[in-house]
T-cell receptor, first 115, second 108 residues
Framework: DGGITQSPKYLFRKEGQNVTLSCEQN?????MYWYRQDPGQGLRLIYY???????QKGDIAEGYSVSREKKESFPLTVTSAQKNPTAFYLC??????????????FGDGTRLSIL | GIQVEQSPPDLILQEGANSTLRCNFS?????LQWFHQNPWGQLINLFY???GTKQNGRLSATTVATERYSLLYISSSQTTDSGVYFC??????????FGTGTRLLVSP
């Protein structure tokens, strides 16, 4: 079945460590996105990528990094510079079209906690 | 930046009741999506609706872009409808801005 796979489902990090969250899609979508959700809040955009080897900062990119070496993969690294990394992280993908935006489809998320 | 406000913030319904959720946005948008986030955190696409009305089973949505609002109707609610409903608007190339959500609890 086509879809978006995020792993791991739960992740624990010690302070000062970098961690990488995986996002893989087999929908043949060009565009991919990372969002952060804090308890009781909506989602906020961290990074997005419209094509391979290209990505742009979203609204809260500080303390995060991404890469887009393959169309199907868009890993997110939470660095030690991110002061409050505990959150729910969601990855999404969409068709890259010329029209007024294409619907985004989401993975099941990764919950990151600081030990 | 654009502001997206949803109302009510919380809603409690008896099973079988109908409800209307509202999404107001402060500027012109290219498109709008409604999502349901279930208690496990999964975010499910409900509607992709730039204007007009769409229906899918017990759910329907209407967007009036010129007046900057969208409505989500839930009829004959079921306990499985519980969760948080988000609207999100597209303000530039495929960038989604999310509202604060409406938390719905449907009791048996």
């Amino acid at each position: 079945d086509g879809g978006i796979t995020q792993s791991p489902k739960y992740l624990f990090r010690k302070e000062g460590q970098n961690v990488t969250l995986s996002c893989e899609q087999n929908l043949n979508h060009d565009a991919m996105y990372w969002y952060r959700q804090d308890p009781g809040q909506g989602l906020r955009l961290i990074y997005y990528s419209q094509i391979v080897n290209d990505f742009q900062k979203g609204d809260i990119a500080e303390g995060y990094s991404v890469s887009r070496e393959k169309k199907e993969s868009f890993p997110l690294t939470v660095t030690s510079a991110q002061k409050n990394p505990t959150a729910f992280y969601l990855c999404a993908s969409s068709i890259r079209g010329r029209g007024p935006g294409q619907p985004q489809h989401f993975g099941d998320g990764t919950r990151l906690s600081i030990l | 930046g654009i502001q997206v406000e949803q109302s009510p913030p919380d809603l409690i319904l008896q099973e079988g009741a109908n409800s209307t959720l509202r999404c107001n946005f402060s500027d012109s948008v290219n498109n709008l999506q409604w999502f349901h986030q279930n208690p496990w955190g999964q975010l499910i696409n409900l509607f992709y609706i730039p204007s007009g009305t769409k229906q899918n089973g017990r759910l329907s949505a209407t967007t009036v872009a010129t007046e900057r609002y969208s409505l989500l109707y839930i009829s004959s609610s079921q306990t499985t409808d519980s969760g948080v409903y988000f609207c999100a608007v597209v303000v530039s190339f495929q960038k989604l801005v999310f509202g604060t959500g409406t938390r719905l609890l449907v009791s048996p």
